[in-house]
């Protein structure tokens, strides 16, 4: 699915995002939080393909997953261990949500990666458990 | 009630059957997997990655495969808790780590005959990828579905009675620097329902 929007309207869809995603955020991530422990999650306006973000290394970290605002924006999961830098369990598709579980116990870091150069609203989140 | 209040409300009656009609013709099925009676080898494995968000009851397995070191893999279809969404599982059997994708329920598959996700261990280099696989689930309409490899080469992939699939790319094929680079749904005549690039 894609959405191009006019400039004029790309704003106000950006504020819907923001708000659609700033809600989700806080009803997922204080389950999340309170069931793992550790989680991080890294809500952005994801804007060229290649973009990415990710969490800080550690050994804790086990789920990692990319959650869109529709489907229709190919994006990246995987997780970068801190000896090699190789990529680990990592998973490429279009789906709303692109989930990814490793459950080594190296030390390592989640990486989200768009790989659109369309614009959408998304959320990479990590968490141990 | 005058004669034309009653010839609104039956006008308005009619409109909302043939909404309604409407509706349901164009509203998307559940995939057959989930209709189907489940049995054992549908249970999800007790430590899969992300069991404490799915529906276990719903899952279903819809395709089996072993990666080159002999590890057996499957996959399965499941509901997430809220039923709000349907999940496609890229499963290992005896660790319970899981990749895929989830999809609104009640738009699982869209406007498309196939979902395909692509999964691998190793890189970013591509010299040093390996376990490439994809897995996928299509739609009634398609009958067979293959995968393309850059130089247009095309492989056969066996579809499950669930219209599950799952295919792993020969090392030999990784060695000689191949790449999968799509998905290619088909009808019982052979015409192309739909192509899914994998972005590998």
Redesign the interface.
Known sequence: MSHHLEPSRRADAFRRALLVGVLALALLLPGVAAGAGYAYAQDWYWTWSGKSAGSSFSSVWKHNWFIKKYPGYETTVTFIDNTSYGWHATVRNDWQTTPTTWNSSAVKKAHCRSNTSLEFFGTCAVASN | MTKPRILLVITIAIAAIAAAAVAYATSERSPEALVRPRGAQDELPANA??L?HLDAGSARRVASFRLAGGRERAVYLAKTRDGE?L?LW?TDLA??????????AEAFF?ERSV??????????SRS?IRDVRIIGLATPAVASVTVELSGGEERPVKLTRDHGFAWVMPEADVRQGLEPVAVIARDESGRVLDRRP???
């Open positions: 990655g992300f404490r969404q999940c890229d660790t319970g780590e899981q990749g895929g994708g989830c999809n609104p869209g979902l395909v996700s692509l999964g691998y261990e190793g890189g970013p040093s994998t972005g590998f």
